[in-house]
């Protein structure tokens, strides 16, 4: 196995595109999962670690933050809080210290695992996946068409991803995960919200209970219609709005039974962590006022 | 009688303050074990050793028409591929009886059963060999169930796993008939008291309780993967470096299997980073002295994870049906119990387990009438052992949870239950054995009751989310939480019982090295974490009253130490070494001609000269008997250990998620030789007990394994572990060595089932299954299953 360590981004998908079967590694903690229990093993690894510009972030004049793939998990959490209130919560659900140390948005995306804790917030606030080819130069992918399947993506064989587009929160955003330990957990099963009260909008997005992450549609629907007259008076949640919210969530799932839980357990896991956000968000909403 | 608080051990009464027998002496390894310096089984090394792999079997049951070793052979880089052929002494061993075969011969019964080894420069090479190997196998179906392996109520066509007989071999600990027939591996009866139903047998109004409850499979989850180096030696032997448990059991199985004397193999502890139990049996031993002695090389093995999970047996499975009847006003007069433990392929330690099971399968409570009935069988599933708790912990949460339902139906307070039918000094245990010494199961309990419980769980936008059930998953701020309170009480055998010839050798010397009096231990007893390596130490120095101890390395170059199992080795290599100690001193004063140690001990140096005095001792607990086949009856037991837990929960009844906010703990352990380790001890042990309740489970389908790895086999990290308020008793035992008591495995035995009832105090359901699962919970009781919803 090749162990190729491109010190430019230039250099990156140079090698990208000469070796369409290495595989680009960056905090490893996917990749060498892989590695060490001998499911995988790619004719070249491909170290992103020495691209410095893929550890950067920044923020547009419209608004949009521009997160380098490479940029961990902990800098997520300690750096974007204010930005990007979702995916720092999120952030925080991944694995131990010691892979948000290491672990990437970058390579979360890369995985494109059905249980990625990023993927779901990432949904919820339209973000788009910033890509890259030597050949045909950058594209961005929006992030509900990124996922194509169980860990696949719409990233080509000799592109690399290079940022994720996201907009800065202009509301309330919520991420909570289900697992069956209080820390360091695969998610049973997980949900994204984002409030964006300048568009009338709510997002809100599943994790771990379809073969892709996926948006809950109808469900974001429902909410943007009932709160409609709410986002400038900042009343209350109607009553049984959040309830009905979740059974619209959990409805767009489309869960299995496996080993770590049941497909009817993560329906109705997916209904109370719905139901809970919604409320805590609307809240968060009502006394930032 | 001392307390000891639980973060901070301080007032144990210190025999003295240079590191002896009472005090919190620093672990001669600890720093290294801080620091990362220490060197475990995994990071042995020669620079001109090979690496071994192993073939396992993908199916639970199978028979092999062929094996074509030809492909992994034509490999470059590959010295060695061995089958059954090449096993040159017994193809089969085992603990108590030599039923599993060092590489499968014409059939396998587990998935994970060792077919094929390759030896390889490179563990890369290695691998690549072993998936070129051709196994050809008649898939068959595999027998996954206990009950009906035997026959038990699902009557039909049973297959027979083991149709030849096997030997019993000379370690086996009963006296009782083992694999008389069929896929019966034990069968343990007591029969006490009046057989009749409660009712009949009390002659009164009786209130009878009745349950059926499911232990699930728990792994030993140890941190260091097997491992071992095997070298070939001159005179034709092999020295074998391995992380283990019992290096002379070990001995005598890997003698066995090649065909050699015990001079011939010659074995060497390992760093050992944990064992539980799951080390008792062989794992890579033979295999990697067959490919030493085969290519003439050192032989390095060392399991991953994943193989680890296939590699070493686990905690056997338990299916129980208990019925109590109860006296109106609470009194216990008869105990009906069935378990079946699920034993997997092979025997392993089976049949001890279910002695254990059912003997302390009542709980510590004096019963009047008994009739138990346990079995273990053989199915096609993992092969289950050894561990921590042996068989204790599985009866503890069926018997825990009779004693809280029999609460509620006889509207008595639990505690209260407990405390008018436990056990005390004096008690007649259901074997009819007397327990001859302490026995306060009540103090224990009522010390629970003493300490103040935790705050009340906050809730809102600012919780912190650490102390919320889901934890930094971020999934409850206080809703759906409710809290509930849990107590249960256990005990546990300490050392090997029903008769086994329970002993261990300690060599002690005393000499002057460097101008300074320096004692040296050796024995065979391994270290595998629990500190025996300090224990040992603070003997010598309380004994001989020198500071500078040396622990030697433990090899079977000294006569054997018993297990590290059983919570045995502080009591018994503790005894052992501290017997040595005293000759050793008696025959320095014979030397001398004085009279006091205290007089010849400032005057070591010129006493002793340039000559070392040495003494090795061979030391047994006092004997115990087989119990009757028929009744159970008989003095099995060398001691009993007591622990007694109170846990609060928090419950999100909506999820299903748990937070366990608090643990106490009340411990007898006769005498606190190390009071930190002592609580060490406490606090892992409720860990391991709390984790088989709440998540810790081997998922076996139709014998497959689902979850051989640490992303699917969870084991509680610190914020599902919480901090544990713990009081040490220091009761003393008149026949044991400072009056200690076992102390590794009774904390496991309690704290499971005090979690299983505190959850059910939160839920209102009364929860017959461990581990919980949180679909077990969401109190809307249709989220089972898909079909239901």
């Known amino acids: 196995m090749e162990f190729l360590a491109p010190g430019s981004w230039p250099d990156a998908l140079a090698a990208r595109a000469e070796n369409p079967g290495a595989v680009p590694i960056a905090g490893g903690t996917d990749v060498m999962v892989d590695l060490n229990f001998d499911r995988h093993r790619p004719d070249a690894l491909i170290d992103l670690t020495r691209v410095g510009e893929l550890r950067e972030w920044s923020v547009a004049e419209d608004g949009t933050v521009r997160l380098g793939a490479g940029v961990s998990f902990a800098r997520v959490m300690s750096e974007l809080s204010a930005l990007a209130p979702g995916l720092a919560m999120a952030s925080r659900t991944v694995g131990s210290p010691q892979i948000r140390v290491r672990g990437t948005v970058g390579g979360n995306l890369g995985s494109a695992s059905p249980a990625g804790d990023a993927h779901p917030v990432l949904l919820a606030v339209g973000a788009a996946v910033e890509v890259e080819s030597a050949a045909r130069g950058p594209r961005a992918i929006p992030v509900s068409e990124f996922f194509t399947g169980v860990k696949t993506s719409a990233l080509e064989p000799d592109e690399l991803i290079s940022a994720v587009l996201l907009p800065a929160a202009t509301g309330p955003q919520q991420f909570a995960k289900v697992g069956t330990r209080n820390a360091m957990v695969i998610a049973v099963t997980s949900f994204g919200l984002a409030l964006h009260p300048e568009q009338g909008r709510v997002g809100a997005a599943i994790g771990s209970a379809a073969p892709t992450p996926l948006s809950a549609v109808d469900a974001q629907d429902y909410a943007a219609g009932e709160l409609v007259d709410l986002w400038s008076s900042r009343g209350e949640l109607p009553g049984g709005v959040a309830a009905r919210f979740g059974e619209l969530v959990a409805a767009a799932a489309r869960p299995i039974d496996d080993v770590r839980g049941t497909a009817a357990y993560r329906r109705h896991a997916l209904s109370v962590l719905a139901r809970r956000t919604l409320t805590w968000a609307w809240d968060e909403y009502r006394r930032a006022a | ?789």
């Open chain 2, 1 to 789: 009688m001392t307390a000891v608080s639980g973060q901070a051990p301080t007032a144990t009464a210190r025999t003295r303050e240079d590191g002896g027998v009472g005090t919190d002496a620093a672990r001669p390894d600890g720093r290294l074990k801080v620091t990362g310096e220490f060197a475990y089984g995994s990071d042995l090394w020669m620079d001109d050793m090979l690496w071994g792999v192993t073939l396992r079997s993908p199916h639970p049951h199978a028979r092999i028409r062929s094996i074509d070793i030809g492909p992994a052979l034509a490999l470059p880089g590959v010295f060695a591929v061995l089958t059954a052929e090449d096993v040159p002494g017994e193809l089969r061993y085992g603990l108590e009886i030599a039923d599993q075969p060092v590489l499968a011969e014409d059939v396998v019964l587990y998935q994970g059963e060792p077919v094929a080894l390759v030896a390889a420069e490179h563990p890369e090479t290695a691998r690549r060999a072993s998936a070129r190997i051709v196994v050809d196998y008649e898939v068959l179906e595999p027998v996954t169930d206990a009950r009906t392996a035997l026959g038990h109520g699902n009557e039909g066509p049973r297959t027979d796993l083991h149709p030849e007989p096997t030997p019993v071999v000379e370690q086996s600990r009963e006296a009782a008939p083992l694999r008389p027939h069929g896929n019966l591996i034990r069968h343990l009866k007591i029969r006490k008291g009046d057989q009749r139903d409660a009712a009949a047998a009390a002659g009164k109004d009786i209130v009878v309780v009745t349950g059926d409850y499911e232990v699930g499979m728990q792994d030993q989850a140890f941190l260091g993967p097997e491992s071992g180096l095997a070298v070939p030696a001159e005179d034709g032997g092999v020295d074998l470096y391995v992380s283990t448990q019992w290096l002379h059991v070990d001995q005598q199985q890997i003698c066995r299997a090649l065909g050699m004397p015990k001079e011939k193999v010659r074995l060497t502890l390992a760093g050992v980073g944990g064992a539980f139990g799951g080390r008792e049996d062989l794992s890579m031993h033979v295999h990697a002295c067959l490919l030493a002695m085969r290519t003439g090389k050192p032989v390095k093995m060392s399991y991953n994870r994943e193989e680890s999970f296939f590699g070493h047996v686990h905690r056997h499975p338990a299916k129980m049906h208990y019925e109590h009847g109860f006296t109106r006003d609470g009194d216990l007069v008869s105990v009906r119990a069935r378990i079946w433990l699920d034993g997997g392929a092979y025997a392993s330690s089976s049949a001890a387990v279910v002695g254990n099971a059912g003997l302390m399968g009542i709980g510590p409570y004096v019963v009047p009438n008994v009739t138990m009935d346990c079995w273990g069988a053989y199915t096609n599933n993992p092969p289950c052992g050894a561990m921590r708790g042996f068989g204790a912990v599985q009866a503890a949460f069926a018997y825990e949870s009779q004693m809280d339902k029999g609460a509620a139906a006889l509207g008595i307070d639990p505690v209260e239950l407990r405390v008018r039918n436990a056990m005390e000094e004096g008690s007649i245990a259901p074997t009819g054995q007397v327990v001859d010494s302490a026995a306060p199961v009540v103090e224990l309990l009522r010390r629970l009751q003493a300490m103040p419980l935790p705050p009340a769980a906050s809730s809102g936008a600012d919780v912190d989310l650490r102390a919320m059930p889901g934890g930094v998953s971020n999934t409850t701020h206080g809703e759906g939480v409710r809290r509930g309170v849990g107590w249960a009480v256990g005990y546990k055998n300490i050392a090997f019982s029903e008769g086994f010839d329970d002993y261990s050798t300690a060599r002690v010397r005393l000499e002057i090295t460097g101008g300074e009096p320096t004692v040296t231990v050796h024995t065979a007893a391994a270290e595998v974490g629990q500190g025996l390596v300090t224990v040992q130490q603070q003997i010598a120095r309380t004994e001989l009253g020198v500071e500078r101890v040396v622990i030697a390395p433990t090899d079977t170059s000294v006569g054997s130490g018993g297990s590290t199992s059983a919570s045995r080795q502080t009591y018994v290599t503790g005894g052992a070494v501290q017997e040595a100690c005293r000759r050793v001193r008696a025959a320095v004063l014979a030397r001398s001609g004085r009279e006091l140690w205290e007089d010849v001990l400032g005057d070591l140096v010129a006493v002793l000269g340039d000559e070392a005095v040495e003494e090795t001792v061979v030391w047994r607990h006092r004997p115990t008997e087989a119990v009757d086949p028929e009744t159970g009856q008989g003095n099995a037991h060398v001691q009993y250990a007591f622990a007694a837990h109170r846990v609060v929960v928090d419950v999100d009844v909506e999820l299903g998620l748990v937070k366990v906010v608090e643990m106490a703990c009340t411990q007898d352990v006769g005498k606190a030789i190390n009071p930190q380790a002592v609580v060490g001890q406490i606090h892992g042990g409720s860990a391991q007990g709390m984790g088989l309740a709440l998540m810790e489970e081997v998922v076996v389908t139709d014998g497959i394994i689902r979850n051989p790895s640490f992303t699917d086999y969870l084991i509680p990290t610190i914020l599902d572990m919480p901090p544990m308020r713990v009081e040490v008793l220091e009761l003393p035992d008149p026949h044991a060595p400072y009056g200690l008591r076992g102390v590794g495995e009774p904390p496991t035995v309690s704290s499971g089932p005090a979690v299983l009832a505190a959850i059910r105090d939160a839920t209102g359901m009364f929860l017959t299954r461990v581990p919980v699962r949180p679909e077990h919970i969401t109190l809307s009781g249709d989220v089972r299953s898909e079909e239901r919803a």
